[in-house]
T-cell receptor, first 114, second 112 residues
Framework: DVKVTQSSRYLVKRTGEKVFLECVQD?????MFWYRQDPGLGLRLIYFSYDVKMKEKGDIPEGYSVSREKKERFSLILESASTNQTSMYLC?????????????FGEGSWLTVV | AQSVAQPEDQVNVAEGNPLTVKCTYSVSGNPYLFWYVQYPNRGLQFLLKYITGDNLVKGSYGFEAEFNKSQTSFHLKKPSALVSDSALYFCAVRDIQNDMRFGAGTRLTVKP
């Protein structure tokens, strides 16, 4: 089975802090994604990466950056956390190539910024 | 750009009754359609997908979905609902640009 692991499930951070959300997948997938989930808005894509050191902006990249130094690891960085970034963050991965390839999700990271 | 609509925020059904969770989509070209389920405080779990072929797709946990090209719909169905099916359900569509777009989600509640 595909496993996407988000190391931090619940975090509480202060406004202005730098926050790192880590994600690791064990299936040698080329594509990795970070989504944000908010009630009534569904999932919104923040950033995705289709290869090591490659990144593409999604729909809501402002206030976020990402890092992909190794194929299995994709990190989301909040340079200066703000209260409007309080949300559930979901990491996902998939094989590259066919559009019918399934995207697999991690368990999510609940971030509260106070 | 592709988009997905889930017209119902909430669906309530009695245990044992059939359930339907609705999804309509808009995409240029051929659609690649997915259903995911999310249990409380968990990530999204893949249920089923339509790529091509038979319009009725069978997936995990007894769920199935019917692709209707003329109505641009991909409704999720189950013949007999269980209380344990209560969860948040997301429809998603992927198009040639390889982005996956999700609906806002439908909360299914199955009452005993």
């Amino acid at each position: 089975d595909v496993k996407v692991t988000q190391s931090s499930r619940y975090l509480v951070k202060r406004t202005g802090e730098k926050v790192f959300l880590e994600c690791v997948q064990d299936m040698d997938h080329e594509n990795m994604f970070w989504y944000r989930q908010d009630p009534g808005l569904g999932l919104r894509l923040i950033y995705f990466s289709y290869d090591v050191k490659m990144k593409e902006k999604g729909d809501i990249p402002e206030g976020y950056s990402v890092s992909r130094e190794k194929k299995e690891r994709f990190s989301l960085i909040l340079e200066s956390a703000s209260t409007n970034q309080t949300s559930m963050y979901l990491c996902a991965s998939s094989i590259q190539g066919a559009l019918g390839n399934t995207i697999y999700f991690g368990e999510g990271s609940w971030l509260t910024v106070v | 750009a592709q988009s997905v609509a889930q017209p119902e925020d909430q669906v309530n059904v009695a245990e044992g009754n059939p359930l339907t969770v609705k999804c309509t989509y808009s995409v240029s070209g051929n659609p690649y359609l997915f259903w995911y389920v999310q249990y409380p405080n968990r990530g999204l779990q893949f249920l089923l997908k339509y790529i091509t072929g038979d319009n009725l797709v069978k997936g995990s946990y007894g769920f199935e979905a019917e692709f209707n090209k003329s109505q641009t719909s991909f409704h999720l169905k189950k013949p007999s609902a269980l209380v344990s099916d209560s969860a948040l359900y997301f429809c998603a569509v992927r198009d040639i640009q390889n982005d996956m777009r999700f609906g806002a989600g439908t909360r299914l509640t199955v009452k005993p």
